[in-house]
């Protein structure tokens, strides 16, 4: 009985998938696309940076991707303002000021960028990947 026991218990510990932690990255690529000029272009930032892509000001406030032996997929969370929408505003009230106006706020995923996208109608960004920055060697 006392073996049953020890086998069921081995079997249940073994039989358990194991989940690691996802990676915090330090820099991330991203894809910004002009789709009046079908120009694109690739950048690559520390997170917590700010992109100027056109009128756009893209702020990386988190970078993670799973570690290798799960399911690749890299998460981002990306505010977008556009600079261009303010030259249109005449007056600017004061509860206008204390709320930040993006056309995006929000986490991007890599593998399915249609998941959450940017709805803009000049420009794309989307998320390519995240990665540590480099060790530098002693």
């Keep these: 009985m006392r073996k049953l026991a020890i086998g069921v218990l081995l079997a249940g510990l073994t039989s358990a998938p194991a989940f690691a932690d996802n990676i915090k990255a330090e820099t991330i690529t991203l894809r910004a696309l002009d789709k009046v000029t079908a120009h694109t272009e690739d950048f690559t930032l520390k997170v917590g940076d700010t992109l100027t892509f056109g009128t756009l000001d893209v702020a990386v406030r988190h970078c993670e991707y799973r570690p290798p032996e799960d399911t690749p997929e890299t998460y981002a969370f990306l505010q977008i303002k556009d600079r261009g929408l303010d030259e249109g505003k005449k ?3 004061k509860s206008d000021a204390t709320k930040p ?14 998941l959450s996208a940017l709805d803009h109608p000049v420009y794309d ?3 390519l990947s995240c990665t540590e920055a480099p060790r530098l060697r002693d």
């Design 91 to 93: 007056v600017k009230t």
């Design 101 to 114: 106006d993006y056309v995006f706020s929000g986490w991007m995923f890599a593998s399915n960028p249609a």
């Design 125 to 127: 960004v989307w998320v």
